[in-house]
């Protein structure tokens, strides 16, 4: 179940960047706002995230978008919720999106069971695209590897920031083992996309801690 108290962290002045870690994967869970213009967007809504809706009105904040890196089950499975409790557009990319109606046969496989009506994405997200929160706007980068369509969000700082999916992680990077997975594009995206960006970058991932860009091109053993 996801906690009432969210962590907060580093964010460009203006805006709020909350992470909880929900259901039996641990998954992280981010709510990006434009704290003055009381706008939100969620990115990744996994299991056990009900509660964050809560959170949101008590902020007062307005949910616009509910933004998914990529159509693994585990990062879409409250999708349809806070898109019917709240009228957010779902927004992924193309290639990934058919990953989304196959969401309960997904979470099935895996032991799982989950919204057997998931939504259709109401946005298909390609490289270069902006989504606007208020005044802030995430980019959108095209980083497949993990799944054939993964995207990261990237939020200009300082501090910026790069919710990065299962991509890449403290001291690791994602597994490529899955349907549409390759090892080689994931590294691509990896070097071009991701460790380009400025050192002091924050890196949110799917799961486990935040890093940063420095960080991982120092220490991360699958990089260096």
């Not at 557009?89 to 290639?95: G, H, P």
């Not at 990934?96 to 259709?120: E, I, N, R, S, Y």
């Not at 802030?136 to 939020?155: D, E, Q």
């Not at 403290?170 to 400025?198: F, K, Q």
């Amino acid at each position: 179940m996801a906690s009432v108290r969210p962590v907060e962290e580093k964010a460009p002045e203006g805006a709020g960047i909350y992470r909880w870690v929900t259901g039996l994967l641990e998954n992280n869970v981010y709510v990006v706002a434009d704290v003055k213009a009381a706008r939100a967007a969620i990115i990744d809504p996994s299991m056990d995230s009900d509660p964050i809706l809560e959170w949101l009105r008590e902020k007062g904040l307005s949910l616009d978008y509910v933004l998914i890196t990529h159509g693994h089950f585990d990062h879409a499975f409250r999708a349809g919720f806070f898109a019917r409790e709240t009228g957010a557009q779902v927004a992924m990319s193309e290639a990934d999106a058919p990953m989304l109606l196959q969401l309960a046969d997904q979470a099935v496989f895996w032991g799982f069971q989950a919204d057997d009506d998931p939504p259709k994405p109401s946005l298909l997200l390609k490289d270069g695209d902006e989504v606007r929160i208020g005044s802030l706007a995430l980019k959108v980068a095209a980083t497949p590897g993990h799944s054939p369509g993964g995207v990261s969000f990237i939020l200009d700082g300082p501090p910026a920031g790069g919710f990065v999916g299962d991509l890449i992680f403290a001291a690791g990077v994602g597994r490529t083992d899955l349907p549409g997975g390759s090892l080689e594009h994931l590294m691509s995206s990896i070097r071009g996309r991701i460790l380009s960006l400025p050192d002091e970058t924050a890196l949110y991932p799917g799961h486990g801690p935040v890093t940063t860009v420095g960080r991982e091109k120092a220490s991360n053993p699958f990089i260096s």
